[in-house]
């Protein structure tokens, strides 16, 4: 089923004609604006725009520190109005709700959803909000747009000024364009320089059409793949309620000190038991088929686990994806075979992270 962008973003009046839109996650988003070659070639040696709409932004109101402690799995407590601070939100039993990025505001803390999360989200965190808080769903009047790769500093230089080009990741500015409120933060998804920019939906058509003269308009085929590239969890591709964090790769966003939070119980009980599933990358000679999802992962003949996710990557040259597999197995370096769904094999080496080397960890800001 296809959901036409014009249903869906706020961003609609500002993507040029022909924007090929799918559905991802139950939500309609863009997928394609030219090619995908052109598309990546930007993310990773340019600027890419991408519009961020089908992700759903919520405020948190009132007493929000200690709710927003017991609710992330990243620690809270001091986050200031100028920092961000992506975190998994889990249920009791361990599992992912969804992977959200916080934005620390003096009152009324921000949460963007994972693209196509946000109704899953907004079910969890009203279900465990009590009186001493509020939770408004903000995405009426507020949206998302990133913009990412080794020049789109330069793009907020000229857009916002020159001193916003170095900002620390994590951190975040209150800026303004043409007068309108700009709430402006230093992260991203690609493993390059990447910003996001949380404003009105008037505002965000306004960066959009500006940032587009030097950026190139993204969709999320380009941005999945370099996502997978440097295995930044992609929401509805990854997470299985079959699994928990620890098989799913994901302790990287947990605070391993933290106390006390929503599914700390069944995660522990996950880290301290045994190792049973890891989630490793691996790649592949291209030209091919790509394997399906769940497709058999062989090692000398015997199933060891399967396809969670697999694109032809372009920084690769490669068939890229990631496997489920027996722990034992789960480690760089080691050779399986992957049954692909036209009844031919694809022989693939698994892989440590990241899987391509981003521009931008050896490009400064001058």
């Not at 090929?20 to 930007?42: D, I, K, P, Q």
């Not at 803390?109 to 279900?127: I, N, Y």
């Amino acid at each position: 089923m296809t959901i036409a962008i014009k249903d869906v973003s706020p961003l609609r009046q500002a993507y040029a004609e022909g924007a090929e839109s799918r559905t991802v996650a139950g939500a309609g988003v863009a997928w394609r604006f030219s090619s995908t070659e052109a598309e990546y070639e930007a993310l990773r040696q340019d600027a890419g725009l991408i519009d961020w709409g089908a992700s759903r932004v919520m405020e948190v109101r009132g007493e929000a520190t200690d709710f927003l402690q017991n609710l992330l799995t990243r620690d809270v407590e001091y986050l200031s109005s100028e920092r961000s601070v992506c975190s998994l939100v889990l249920d009791e039993s361990g599992r992912v709700v969804d992977i959200v990025t916080v934005y620390g505001r003096d009152e009324g803390v921000l949460l963007e959803s994972s693209t196509g999360g946000g109704d899953r989200l907004w079910a969890h965190v009203t279900k465990l909000a009590g009186d001493e808080v509020e939770i408004i769903d903000r995405s009426a009047d507020l949206t998302v747009v990133g913009l990412e790769g080794p020049n789109s500093w330069k793009i907020i230089g000229r857009v916002f000024g020159e001193e916003l080009t170095a900002m620390p990741f994590e951190s975040m500015a209150d800026v303004d364009l043409d007068g309108a409120d700009v709430l402006l933060a230093r992260t991203g998804v690609t493993g390059e320089y990447g910003y996001k920019v949380v404003t009105g939906h008037a505002t965000a058509r306004e960066f959009w059409r500006s940032a587009a003269q030097d950026a190139t308009p993204v969709g999320m085929a380009a941005v999945e793949m370099t996502m997978l590239e440097v295995r930044q969890p992609i929401m509805h591709r990854e997470v299985s309620a079959e699994h928990g964090v620890i098989a799913l790769g994901l302790g990287w966003l947990v605070d391993s000190a933290k106390e006390s939070f929503v599914g700390r119980a069944a995660l522990m009980a996950e880290f301290e038991g045994p190792a049973v599933i890891r989630t490793v990358g691996f790649a592949g000679e291209s030209g091919g088929g790509l394997p399906s999802v769940g497709a058999r992962v062989l090692a000398d003949g015997q199933a060891v686990g399967s396809v969670v996710h697999a694109v032809d990557s372009l920084g690769l040259g490669a068939v890229l994806g990631l496997v489920r597999m027996d722990a034992s197995l789960a480690a760089a370096g080691l050779p399986f075979t992957v049954e692909c769904g036209d009844g031919t094999t694809l022989e693939v080496e698994t892989l440590s992270t990241p899987y391509v080397l981003p521009k931008s960890w050896i490009t400064p800001i001058v």
